[in-house]
């Protein structure tokens, strides 16, 4: 089982839809959750982070955490054609030492 | 404007060659790390360094050498013992928290290696 798994997609979604970008892990231990945006060829962004069960509500994105499902998810409300990236869940590495472990990431396509 | 600029943007290394990748960043943040992108692959921790003079190996540091003799500066040579050198690299660096608080990853715009 991978550490982060993630639906590689791509998730195409029209525009103005609500887009579910989905992520679980395996340490039950992680305490600390972000997604990141990656536009081709660049660097990715952080957008979301989220530390405790429930949503954080951020502008048009949205983080869920469940740690009893050690699932995490991002909501993209409103969709525009600007959203259509990779998106990368990252978990910190309990331990010390503030080590993210990355999925592999979920393209994400907006379509007019 | 804080950030963290790596250099040079694209790097081509010739078998048997060492190169290094630059890394400086102005946020004030004490920890760096050196991330390596591959497609279809998530990122994969090479290196990182919680303080000056001081770093740990991450996941995959065969074939890499890094240093942190300034709290900007942390570099990242790719020897030629790295056999498959190809990739993006990702430099990122974050506050460094006592406890529970920690933070996300700010990147650079990254170093794109490729082996000719």
């Known amino acids: 089982q991978k550490e982060v798994e993630q639906n590689s997609g791509p998730l195409s979604v029209p525009e103005g839809a609500i887009a579910s970008l989905n992520c679980t892990y395996s340490?039950?231990?992680?305490?600390?959750f972000f997604w990141y945006r990656q536009y081709s060829g660049k660097s990715p962004e952080l957008i979301m982070f989220?530390?405790?069960?429930g949503d954080k509500e951020d502008g048009s994105f949205t983080a869920q955490l469940n740690k009893a499902s050690q699932y995490v998810s991002l909501l993209i409300r409103d969709s525009q054609p600007s959203d259509s990236a990779t998106y990368l869940c990252?978990?910190?590495?309990?331990?010390?030492?503030?080590?993210?472990?990355f999925g592999t990431g979920t393209q994400l396509k907006v379509e007019l | 404007d804080g950030g963290i600029t790596q250099s040079p943007k694209y790097l081509f290394r010739k078998e048997g060659q060492n190169v290094t990748l630059s890394c400086e960043q102005n946020?004030?943040?004490?920890?760096m790390y050196w991330y390596r992108q591959d497609p279809g692959q998530g990122l994969r921790l090479i290196y990182y360094?919680?303080?000056?003079?001081?770093?740990q190996k991450g996941d995959i540091a065969e074939g890499y050498s890094v240093s942190r003799e300034k709290k900007e500066s942390f570099p990242l040579t790719v020897t030629s013992a790295q056999k498959n050198p190809t990739a993006f690299y990702l430099c990122?660096?974050?506050?460094?928290?006592?406890?529970?608080?920690?933070?996300?990853?700010?990147f650079g715009s990254g170093t794109r290696l490729t082996v000719v």
């Open positions: 990122a660096s974050s506050s460094r928290q006592g406890g529970s608080g920690l933070y996300g990853y700010t």
């Open positions: 340490d039950r231990g992680s305490q600390s």
């Open positions: 989220i530390y405790s069960n």
């Open positions: 946020l004030n943040h004490d920890a």
């Open positions: 990252a978990v910190n590495r309990p331990g010390g030492g503030n080590k993210l472990t």
């Open positions: 360094s919680q303080i000056v003079n001081d770093f």
